[in-house]
């Protein structure tokens, strides 16, 4: 299994997934944000990183190409997670459609190495420099976090609630995000 996404010029990144010899090849424009989109994606399966009456068991995600693209599909059972890619020519008109990839893997183990990527995408860029690069959109630091910790601790991410002027807010400690920042996987 292999992941790799790297940002290849102003506005674009390009990679590919590979997960039990299937392998998708992908470039993704900033008319949307691609990497955020995924990893989103990837957070709303996870019953740690998001409230219990927020995870979803089927989740999609669609990266823009200009005109072509691909969508992925995830499917989560247990601990296991159906992937399908389908690539298009034109994806706003649906031409085309190719499914590159249908398998199951272990949902950890995906997020491992993509996190693991991400994780070096980040150390490569720096904050400013990603959204520099990618020209749209920032990084998507707090769902990269909740889903780095969940591989550290397999534990939820530690968020306190406080009250403000009525209002019951919540809040992280901003050192130990800074902190995760830094720990290796």
């Given at each position: 299994?292999n992941?790799?996404?790297?940002?290849?010029?102003?506005?674009?990144?390009?990679?590919?997934?590979?997960?039990?010899l299937?392998?998708?090849?992908?470039?993704?424009?900033?008319?949307?944000?691609?990497?955020?989109?995924?990893?989103?994606a990837l957070?709303e399966?996870?019953?740690?990183?998001?409230?219990n009456?927020?995870?979803?068991?089927?989740?999609?995600?669609?990266?823009?190409?200009?005109?072509?693209?691909t969508k992925?599909?995830?499917?989560r059972?247990d601990?296991?997670?159906?992937?399908?890619?389908?690539?298009?020519?034109?994806?706003?008109?649906n031409?085309?459609?190719?499914?590159?990839?249908?398998?199951?893997?272990?949902?950890?183990?995906?997020?491992?190495?993509?996190?693991?990527?991400?994780?070096?995408?980040?150390?490569?860029?720096g904050?400013?420099?990603?959204?520099?690069?990618?020209?749209?959109?920032?990084?998507?630091?707090?769902?990269?976090?909740?889903?780095?910790?969940?591989?550290?601790?397999?534990?939820?991410?530690?968020i306190?609630?406080?009250?403000?002027m009525?209002?019951?807010?919540q809040?992280s400690?901003?050192?130990?995000?800074?902190?995760?920042?830094?720990?290796?996987?």
């Amino acid at each position: 299994m292999n992941f790799e996404y790297r940002l290849s010029g102003l506005g674009w990144a390009d990679g590919f997934i590979e997960v039990n010899l299937q392998r998708h090849s992908f470039t993704i424009s900033y008319l949307n944000d691609g990497l955020g989109d995924f990893l989103y994606a990837l957070m709303e399966l996870n019953s740690k990183c998001v409230p219990n009456d927020e995870v979803k068991s089927q989740t999609t995600c669609i990266w823009y190409a200009e005109p072509a693209g691909t969508k992925l599909e995830f499917n989560r059972t247990d601990e296991w997670l159906n992937i399908k890619v389908t690539s298009y020519e034109d994806i706003d008109l649906n031409i085309n459609a190719k499914i590159e990839m249908d398998t199951s893997v272990l949902y950890d183990e995906l997020l491992f190495i993509v996190i693991k990527e991400v994780d070096l995408l980040l150390k490569t860029h720096g904050i400013v420099g990603y959204r520099e690069t990618w020209y749209e959109h920032d990084f998507p630091l707090s769902t990269f976090l909740k889903l780095k910790g969940y591989l550290i601790s397999k534990n939820k991410y530690s968020i306190t609630s406080f009250q403000e002027m009525g209002w019951e807010l919540q809040k992280s400690e901003l050192k130990e995000d800074i902190n995760l920042l830094f720990k290796d996987l």
